[in-house]
């Protein structure tokens, strides 16, 4: 939930949750803000049976696959924050090949490729919305740094 709750009140608004899940497809971006909200009060149907039954099924695989990503990141940044000898300036440092400070996203692909994985443009820009919280095109320390440090004080997800 951090990391798409923008106004920090432990819930995501239409506003949110169109901007992490649908900000890459400017199609369904659009019929989906063009789309009455679903009524609830006062009537006998449950939130999701806008959808039909395919859907719905899909819908919730989506949602159990993004949290068990989710997860999965979450457990990697704090086993990387309890390493002693892991420092994240030098991570970056790293990563930041032409030493300007910033991560551009052929800084990015040459890491991805020289690992043995190829990836295209939109990939590589996936990777950088990601860290890129301001929306320069590039990932900052930072943007790193932030991107990198433990989301929730709790072990377990």
Excluded at 81 to 90: H, K, L, Q, T
Excluded at 124 to 151: C, L, N, Q, T, W
Aim: aromatic share 12%.
């Amino acid at each position: 939930m951090t990391r798409y709750d923008r106004t920090h009140d432990r819930r995501l608004s239409f506003a949110e949750f169109s901007e992490a899940f649908l900000s890459g497809d400017p199609y369904y971006s659009k019929m989906v803000s063009r789309r009455p909200a679903n009524p609830t009060r006062g009537t006998m149907y449950r939130r999701d049976d806008c959808f039909l039954a395919d859907t719905q099924i899909e819908f919730r695989s989506l949602w159990r696959t993004h949290f068990k990503v989710e997860c999965s990141s979450e457990t990697l940044r704090q086993r990387l924050a309890n390493r002693p000898m892991f420092n994240v300036y030098e991570a970056f440092n790293s990563l930041d090949i032409n030493e300007d400070g910033r991560i551009s996203a052929d800084e990015v692909r040459r890491l991805i490729e020289s690992r043995g994985y190829l990836v295209n443009e939109k990939e590589v820009g996936r990777v950088i919305s990601k860290f890129d919280k301001d929306g320069d095109g590039a990932v900052s320390y930072h943007e790193f740094r932030d991107e990198m440090a433990p989301k929730s004080q709790s072990r377990r997800c």
